[in-house]
């Protein structure tokens, strides 16, 4: 497999998602032990439900919700999605199919989410890498884009003024205010390596 999100849980136990398998699992530090904890490996798709019933594809970034639950950047399902300790599956945010939609969270749609960061509120920002912006997904149920303009490329600016070209890690402070973003290349052979500070009013 290829695990890439990681968050501690109020446990103390550590969730995995694992872009190659499809699935998350959990990881004892104190014993080592794996176990199963939603999606079924091997067999990506797109499903709510519980444990293996629940189906992803490409589950990237994972954060812990306020409530003590994961959310996920479910990459190629262009989806957020939300599992509980015990395995149960639900999607907040996104439809499946890529698409660029700001608004009421029910009609949002994501193109290719791979991070995901949470303030203190539960406020969570998204990095939309395919559709070059960071969104924010609120306490209010509304999606909105914080910053990037859509065009691949790098301009510092203003919120949407921005650009942005492949941008893959991204974290918040408690507050809200602050965010930070690991601006890469995607693989592409280009020159934007850079670390990017947004500042939000």
Known sequence: GKPRGLATLPNGLIVLSDVERHDLR???PSNGDVTALAGKAGSPGFADGDGEEALF???YGVVVDTD???LVADQ???SVRRVTVDGKVTTIAGTGDPDMIDGEIADAQFNMPQDLAIDSQGNVFVSDSGNHR???ISM???VETVAGDGTAGFKDGDGIKSRFFGQEGIDVTADGKTLYVADGTGGE???YNRV???TLP
Do not use: A, E, T, V
């Open 26 to 28: 959990l990881y004892d």
């Open 57 to 59: 594809n490409r589950p």
């Open 68 to 70: 003590g639950s994961i």
């Open 76 to 78: 190629m399902n262009h």
């Open 134 to 136: 960071i969104r924010r």
């Open 140 to 142: 209010s149920g509304k």
């Open 189 to 191: 052979p280009q020159p």
């Open 196 to 198: 990017r500070k947004i």
